[in-house]
């Protein structure tokens, strides 16, 4: 394809975006600098070749999902974000004292806000944390509630039924097992060896004490779960160019749409539903960008739009999003362990 018909559709994609409207080939003379019968003879071939459309014989013409697979590939270009608009994103998400769930949700709901479409979050963060405290608190008669938080902010509670009572030596001597076994242990790392090994290591205490181990082995594996979070459905009911029955099953099934999001390794990536047989929403686009912990892909963020949307302006308030998790996540790993050398030094 020539350098002409690539600013033809680059213009004809802009032009679109914009108004929602078919364009004509006067619409984009300004920026083209050809003649309207030139143009419109170039957009007759980009027709030809699968890039364009034309909805009637007497309107102009819409970009396909092959123009706009083109546009998002090969002639998008983005501006840089101004500090006006840097301060604006930072203004949206917590820059302190929140946990990670607390960063990446607020991310994902601002960018919800700004896009005027949904977002998905894929969130790989819990099973990347640590161990922070774990108690187990007497409720009743052979009942005990184990409370688990971990470095990501996520807390969890089980009650657990016993066979017997414990002491208060037995509770003592857990207490203890505990916080010299687990706690400031990766999430990931608990397996079924290591619990073996807790179990052993307990001694003549196992029989008593061993069911609260493994109701802590199960807490740590939930949280370590991928989860999937949906924000700004609603956005899309007011969009006039995605269907609202497709949407409704959208709803009913968000985790199935989320599951794109794992596939998504490293970096920025556009999806459109003609790619995937499986979008609940057709003439659709998914746009995802991963962000990191500790220099390990932690999770993705997803926006999901019709196709007709400004890649231009959104994908960098996504990526820009993306990084800032991943420096805010970095900072509250940081400072944790400053917090631990100086508990240490004194």
Known sequence: MDDRKLRILTAVVDEYIMTGEPVGSKAIMGVVKAS?????????????????????????????????????????????????????????????????????????????????CATVVANATPKFSVISRVEVVPTGKRMYVILMITSSGAIKNKVCRLEFD??????????????????????????????????????????????????????????????????????????????????MTFLDNKKEFADFLGTSFGGLHVMFSHEKDSFVISNSSLITSSFSKDGRQAGTLGLIGPMRIDYAKYIPYLEYFTNKITQLLSEDTDDTEDSDDSDKEQ
């Open 36 to 116: 309207s019968a030139t143009i419109r003879n170039e957009m007759a071939e980009l027709e030809k070749q699968g890039y364009l459309e034309q909805p009637h014989t007497s309107a102009g013409r819409v970009p396909t999902y092959l123009g706009y697979r083109l546009y998002v590939d090969q002639l998008l270009k983005t501006d840089p974000l101004s500090d006006d608009e840097k301060e604006m994103l930072n203004s949206m998400i917590p820059q302190t004292g929140a946990t990670d769930d607390e960063i990446i949700k607020d991310a994902s709901l601002a960018l919800a806000q700004l896009t005027q």
């Open 166 to 247: 414990l002491t208060h030596e037995q509770l003592d001597f857990f207490s203890q097992f505990i916080r010299e076994n687990l706690e400031g242990v990766e999430v990931e790392a608990l397996s079924d060896e290591l619990l073996q090994r807790l179990e052993t290591a307990l001694g003549t205490y196992m029989t008593v004490l061993s069911p609260l181990v493994s109701e802590i082995m199960k807490m740590s594996r939930e949280i370590g779960h991928e989860e999937y979070s949906v924000s700004g459905e609603m956005n899309l009911l007011a969009r006039p160019d995605v269907d609202r029955s497709e949407i």
